[in-house]
């Protein structure tokens, strides 16, 4: 059997590339995404009723996965180089690349949806949409496996007076939602357990690291496990400023 789905919509997030996009959507609550059901499928009415809950699942597809092949055992980060079952993870990497992440339901208009505290890259194509319930989603017993003893990796974070006042004068109202953000992304340490060293040499490749925020890029220096971010700025600015 053989199955072939069409999104019900796609989201739009601060997240425009993987690097910096968080690995699961409770762990950056200030993220923002806005979810716009396909007009042509005339299904608007169908978030009828959806303002009544704080949550919603959203069921999607890794469309940037970019992987040829599936692997049983993966490497999750926070394992630290060792290995582990694919369906012990929440790897985008899967014989179905599906995605499944509970996200907070701001606000609902004419189909659309305003998300916070999402782990999705933007312009992800969305399968499905379904309100969490916690009378039989929060399961309070529930144990967590290898994960338990496995904290995320967590670092420390600085703003230089550089990055606070571009914050300021680039997202005006946004930019207290923006900071947090930001912060909540590098406190995890999004770096590829390549380039995390070791306790010895914790950043044996680079001190300074870029990612793309919503339009802006953001730079940020590691220093041990301090990560001191620079500035901010325009990624339209960045951009041409790559051109010789
Ligand atoms: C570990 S997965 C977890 C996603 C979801 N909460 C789940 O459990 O199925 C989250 C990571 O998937 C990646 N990702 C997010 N959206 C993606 C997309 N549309 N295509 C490919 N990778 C994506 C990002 O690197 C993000 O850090």
Redesign the pocket.
Known sequence: MSFTFEPVGYIETC?KE?FG?????SLVPSSWGILRLRPELNLSEALDGLEGFSHVWLV??????TNKGVKAKVHPPRMGGESIGLFAT???HRPN?????AVKLEKVEKGVLYLSGV???D??PILDIKPYLPTSDRIEEATAGWTQTRPERTLQVEFSDEFRSDVARLLGARSSQAEAAIREILELDPRPVFYRGTAENPNPYMDVYGFRFDDFNVVYKMTGDVARILSLQPWAEYQASLKP
């Open positions: 997240f993987k996009t968080p690995r699961q959507p999607f597809v890794f469309h940037q996965n929440r790897t985008p690349p599906i995605g499944l992440s782990d999705l890259v312009g992800t």
